[in-house]
């Protein structure tokens, strides 16, 4: 057995040695940081011309964190790059012929990227928040108001699973062409124009990202008939089918 | 030491590997022959544990290739593809590798020097031409120090200073008491290099058998003779009791004759020649007169696989060999 510490320092190797991963991830954090507080900026100007159902109650913890609509698709990218990078490249052979306990080798690929992730995301949504608090100017709020510290922590969890669903799903692909092409539509374009779709909307609520989001809200916007920590954890399951339909494909797949 | 036991491997209802047993020797250079599509690679595969055999099964010193602790450490490899991500660098690649078997990193700098990488350690794979891209690969194979070596195709594409290079590395690591194992679909390169030979067709064994026992079985010497009288030639050698039997051309040759003698016994008799060459049997044509049923994809040119055309130019390749002074 090739020993788990050993190859958790060799995924975070890999990681480090790459720029197209690392700079996914600071373009998640200047995506999310930068339109959130422009978003803000935006809404503290223009504040009197919102109607009476915006502005009562007004979301500013959502408002500051509105940069993970767009931002949400770079952690993807990365996860997907991190992970389909090596089939792409043929390196998918050396990592198995170097570990080839196939389960050790996903478990701490999926480590690696997973804390990795989680830490960039908490530090970008609080940074989002803070720097929107401060562009809402008399509009904003604080972490000691309800709900607030869990929305702030709940965004960069939410950031953490869809990376992890991604992975999860490009380990089933083993193309990483593939599936940006089927996520980033399905992120961008499919789930939010379904969610406005009678009907369809219903089931599209347990979608990864609509449900996820959920738990953003410090003011529900009625579109979840669950809670947001139901929401997250729906969001935790879509990423854990993925990571396991990921890992029986790695496990009984040739390479 | 590897052993395959009733190694089977099944795509769809095609048969990429049949029954295939066989053990590599240790120390040695052991070849790994057939035509393209024989399925060499994906033996090597399975031996890897990258490709899961239908059927049979290749152990490793008793032990399957998954439950091999830090396999690096015992078996390096380079297989067909290239492995290594364009945007990282060299020193990168092998530090991740070197990482996950807890192979001191010194190693990495080692491996790089060994073969000849080290101005470029920093730079990244994109940027490497296809021999320096073989010798990060060959480098990513050395990391573990392994005694078994397994190489696929090394020579492939690589220039002819490089395809020299690989193999004074192939001797030199069985030299130091290594087992090398090392495929390609070509016979010259074999002989010149492997102590060993393992012949798949079509997935199936064809030959397991030392190189030398190969080359005696099938390799023809003689000579060929040519002259404006040929009467007079053929009285002197069936006087001298030699057999001659005609050649290309109006030739005549004699089987495993001697030219010092041969040249003798003509200017004896007046005889003028025109010609007295030594001709020596290509182990290539022996190679595809095994292999001319298992080939899966040939040409319809006659006579381009099954009847095989004297071919003296090659013939220089093994002897040198044999000499030991290949370079």
Redesign the interface.
């Known amino acids: 057995m090739a020993a788990f510490p050993a190859v958790l320092q060799s995924e975070w190797t890999k990681v480090r040695s790459i720029r197209s991963t690392v700079w996914t991830l600071v373009t998640t954090f200047l995506i999310v940081v930068a339109m959130g507080f422009a978003i803000s900026l935006l809404t503290r100007l223009n504040f009197a011309q919102f109607t009476e159902h915006d502005r009562n109650p007004f979301d500013a913890t959502n408002t500051s964190l509105s940069g993970i609509a767009l931002g949400e698709l770079a952690i993807v990218v990365f996860g997907v790059l991190a992970v389909g990078n090596e089939y792409a490249s043929g390196m998918i052979r050396v990592s198995l012929a170097a570990v080839p306990q196939r389960g050790v080798l996903m478990g701490a690929k999926t480590a690696v990227l997973g804390v990795l992730a989680l830490a960039v995301s908490l530090v970008t949504v609080f940074v989002a928040f803070f720097v929107g608090q401060v562009a809402l100017g008399r509009y904003n709020t604080d972490l000691g108001r309800p709900n607030v510290l869990r929305a702030v922590f709940g965004a960069g969890c939410y950031l953490t699973l869809l990376c992890l669903f991604s992975i999860g799903v490009t380990m089933m692909l083993r193309s990483q062409v593939l599936s940006l092409g089927i996520l980033i539509p399905f992120f961008f374009l499919v789930s939010p124009i379904l969610s406005i779709v009678p009907v369809v909307k219903n089931v599209v609520r347990y979608f990864p990202d609509r449900a996820g989001s959920a738990a953003l809200q410090v003011v529900p916007t009625g579109d979840h008939p669950y809670g947001p920590w139901t929401g997250l954890a729906i969001c935790a399951a879509w990423a854990a089918a993925a990571l396991i339909g990921g890992y029986l494909v790695l496990k009984h797949r040739d390479a | 030491m590897i052993e395959l036991h009733h190694l089977t491997k099944r795509y769809g209802d095609k048969l990429a590997v049949d029954d295939l047993s066989f053990r590599i020797p240790e120390g040695v250079v052991t070849g790994f022959l057939g035509p393209n599509g024989a399925g060499k690679s994906t033996t090597m ?1 399975m031996i ?5 055999p239908t059927a049979g099964e290749v152990t490793i010193d008793g032990r399957r ?8 450490r015992e078996i390096g ?1 380079l ?1 067909e ?9 060299a020193y ?2 092998l ?3 070197a ?4 192979i001191p990193r010194e190693r990495v700098d080692q491996v790089l020097d060994l073969v000849g990488l080290t101005a470029v350690a920093k730079k990244r794979a994109r940027g490497f031409s296809l021999g320096m891209g073989q010798r990060l690969g060959i480098a ?1 194979a050395l990391l573990g120090d392994p005694k078994i070596l397994m190489f696929d195709e090394p020579v492939n594409g690589l220039d002819p200073e490089g395809i020299v290079w690989i193999r004074r590395l192939m001797k030199s690591l069985a030299a130091e008491g290594r087992t090398v194992f090392v495929s390609s679909h070509l016979m010259s390169e074999m002989a010149l290099t492997a102590d060993h030979l393992v012949v798949i067709g079509r997935g199936r064994l064809l030959a397991d058998l030392p190189m030398a026992e190969f080359i005696r079985q099938n390799s023809r010497s003689s000579v060929r003779l040519r002259t404006p009288q040929p009467e007079q030639l053929l009285d002197a050698l069936r006087g001298a009791g030699l057999s001659p039997r005609p050649g290309p051309d109006g030739s005549w040759e004699v089987t495993d004759g001697d030219p010092v003698l041969l040249g003798d016994l003509a200017a004896a008799h007046g005889v003028t020649l025109h010609e007295l060459s030594p001709q020596q049997a290509s182990l290539e044509d022996a190679f595809m007169q095994m292999t001319a049923d298992s080939v899966e994809y040939r040409t319809d040119i006659p006579g381009a696989a099954a009847t095989p055309a004297p071919q003296p130019a090659w013939g220089s390749g093994w002897d040198t060999r044999q000499a030991g002074k290949e370079s």
């Open positions: 595969r890897l544990d990258l490709d899961r290739y998954a439950d091999v602790q830090d396999p690096l490899a297989l593809a290239k492995g290594a991500h364009p945007g990282r660098t990168d690649h530090l991740w590798m990482q996950s078997n807890r990513a």
